[in-house]
Nanobody, 117 residues
């Protein structure tokens, strides 16, 4: 069982930056895939970025070059550095951690990111 708690969301102007943090509790986090998803109003939840236990990242095309995912297994945490934010990045951002097979999957409650002038 994993519990995930996100933090770091807020209101930022276009072109600005935010860093999201997901703190995990549970001994399996270090071997699980960890990632960030987002859901904008009226849209489906989508993958933003994820990283394997070894750190190999995968990004949605819409955020490549702007967002960076990193994880610290010793601290049981995964981060999302978001730069050059755009209004279309506005969404609730959710932390996810799953077993490599995908059988077990855990979600945080989300943190809201609003990009607006």
């Amino acid at each position: 069982q994993l519990q995930l708690v996100e933090s770091g969301g807020g209101l930022v102007q276009p072109g600005g930056s935010l860093r999201l943090t997901c703190a995990a509790s549970g001994s399996l986090f270090s071997i699980y895939v960890a990632g960030w998803y987002r859901q904008a109003p009226g849209k489906q939840r989508e993958l933003v970025a994820e990283a394997t236990s070894g750190g190999s990242p995968k990004y949605a095309d819409s955020v490549k070059g702007r967002f960076t995912i990193s994880r610290d297994n010793a601290q049981n945490a995964v981060y999302l550095q978001m730069n050059s934010l755009k209004p279309e990045d506005t969404a609730a951002y959710y932390c996810n951690s799953r077993s490599p097979s995908g059988i077990n999957s855990y979600w945080g409650k989300g943190t809201l990111v609003t990009v607006s002038s």
